[in-house]
């Protein structure tokens, strides 16, 4: 491709993104295709001779638009906003159109250059503590563009682990490291990312999975316990990761407590601000600010909420000298001048040692909205956010859990977990929309949340229209379960009552109360686990199995019209089933092994 077919193509592509954004509503926001979809349309080998630029574009829209999940949908409420917006997209052509790469300063001097203006822009447009601000004079503290919060999180806890056991062998010169590594422990609650997770298996350090208050924070308190547990019996806490804007429910952790612990025991605290950092941009959160001066070192991800694309996430580190410590390899190819020696080289703070431009799509963003722009943005999404909770809490079918504090909402309806597990089913199959369940203190929830940059109040109602439409589909096939659970209950006990009398047996019915379902299983014959073994008479010889279950039956026979040829068979010879995937299956009457309860009427009628 030369110059000005480039030219041509560019501009198609740039007509098919903006047709794509404009037209995205009207596709479902899930695709309908199977895993290995694409090996069956692609052909086995790549093409030996060129193709056409046309031929190329047409199977973007008829083999790649297919399995897309529409991120930019209206009606992607899943996970968090998937950022993205037409200055992101420019930044990130012209860092592709540029072809640099940074790894040492002099590799691309205006890449090391704009991305610490960037980190110390965001910095103090977020309001944070200059001692993590890179042109602090006199200060340790800086910032980088990582591609993720994870790699955040894992040079982080590096850094902290490097910094601990280096401290560990002044006072054990003669242990090995590995045994030393043995003995590290990491904090984090059980609202925390999995990345949190992923990184101490990664750095090989043990961890403690922290319980959290009836708001899903954690508490200064339950970090001390556990820390001096810990001390008490030999280990060594190094590590302690807090959240602002939790995955399951945007939850806050209690960074002033926390902090307070970590100070007292010499702790390198991390705040991982993913989501809800990104909040602090405007000044009425930045009471999140509340014990930041305990903070090593913090993370966010303007993709999530501040209109640029993947992949850019934003960190800051109280002393930059304990990551690059941690992460610093020197080879004779990367070594500069002497005069250069001085000067800053990212390599040293990522994984990777090459490094893309993406300081520059955050540039263009920040200059094209402004401050302002994209404050406005977040304030709307919490708006809508407020206004889906408001019509949550005034619909007595649902209730919301845990505190609508950003642009997330997790609600749910009332009653077993199934009803809003059937919910989220029927929501994401029908294509309409798209969201995404957690579970919060053993709670089924469904997590809504505004989630591109043209979300409106219009979108937001349509969505709750969604959700109420198919929330009265579930509760009254919900009812219509119950129902026909109770009959055909009832039915099944009579015709029980009446075959085992026919046998001679002992009354079925015995002094139980009728509404129990752990009742109503012994009487017709049924073991449970926490009843005792039945007492046969002497001279009854009892069958090794009853061959014969409600699956057999048609679902919709009254079961007073079964005929004779129908009746159960005691045998040991295994009739055909009509129905091996009935419902009612568990409900075989078995004389000779133990069975357990059966599922709510919801959890094994309904459909």
Known sequence: MEGDEFRRAAGEVANFIVDYLKDVKDRPVLPSVEPGYLHKLLPANAPQQPEAWQDIMTDVQDKILPGMTHWQHPHFHAYFPGGNSYPSMLGEFLAAGLGAISFTWIACPVMTELETVMVDWVGRMMGLPKELLPYTEGGKGGGVIQASSSECTLVCMFAARTKTITALKETHPGEDDCILLSKLVAYFSEEAHSSVEKAANIAFVKRRILPTDDKFSLRGKTLREAVEKDIASGMVPFFVCTTIGTTGSAAVDNIEEIGQVCAEKDLWLHVDGAYGGNALICPEYRYLLKGFQYVTSFNYNPIKWMHVGMDCSVMWVRNKYLLVEALSINRIYYMEDEHEKHLLDYRNWTIPLSRRFRSLKLWFVIRTYGVEGLQEYIRSHVALAKMFESWVRADDRFEVVGTVEFGLVCFRLKGENNLTEFLLQRINQSGKAHMVPTSLKGKYVIRFTPSNWHYSEEITKKTWDIVTGFAEVVLRKHQEAVQRFKWLLTKYKDYARARRESLGAEEVFGKEEDQSWTGVLRKI????????????????????????????????????????????????????????NSSFQSLSLQYDEPTTLPKQPSETLFS
């Open 525 to 580: 014959g049924y073991r449970t686990s926490s009843s005792e073994e039945p007492e046969e008479p002497e001279e009854i010889e009892t069958p090794p199995r009853c061959r014969f279950s409600l699956g057999d039956v048609p679902e919709d026979s009254p079961l007073d019209e079964v005929v004779a040829e129908n009746l159960p068979v005691f045998s040991d010879d295994r009739p055909a089933v009509v129905r091996r």
